[in-house]
């Protein structure tokens, strides 16, 4: 996603923000909101950012740097995303040496319908 962009917020001041706020064009008070005033303990460390949407899509703490925290808009976004299913993906080239290799690998089970239907009108 191009239009996705994460600021290391412990990498500048609010002064700097400013500017990365400008550059990116990101609501200023998101970047002073997570940053914080001078001289308190800096919670956030990186926050990404959506340009084409104005939104925030996560972020992370000092504390845990690994851990990205999202977004209520976002969390709903991706937990509605089904997991993509390698046994269920349909072979590039429909021939007979190809799914039968797929139904050795995956088994029966993972044959689409074409692939099926492939099958099924083949000269035996």
């Keep these: 996603m191009k239009n996705i962009i994460c600021i290391d ?3 500048y001041t609010l002064t700097e923000l400013k500017d990365v706020s400008e ?3 990101i609501p200023f008070f998101y970047l002073e909101d997570l940053k914080g005033e001078p001289g308190e303990e800096v919670y956030f460390g990186k926050m990404w950012f959506d340009t ?5 899509v996560g972020y992370s703490s000092i504390l845990d740097k690994d851990k990205l925290i ?3 808009s976002y969390t709903d976004i991706i937990s509605d995303i089904k997991p993509s299913d390698l046994k269920k993906r349909r072979v590039d080239v429909l021939t007979i040496d190809n799914i039968l290799d797929k139904i ?21």
């Excluded at 084409?52 to 925030?56: A, K, S, T, V």
Aim: no cysteine; net charge negative.
């Design 23 to 25: 550059v990116y064009n």
């Design 9 to 11: 917020l412990t990498q």
């Design 70 to 72: 999202l977004s209520e």
């Design 52 to 56: 084409l949407n104005q939104e925030i």
């Design 104 to 124: 050795a690998k995956y088994g029966i089970d993972s044959l689409v319908k074409e692939e099926k239907d492939f099958l099924d009108n083949s000269e035996k």
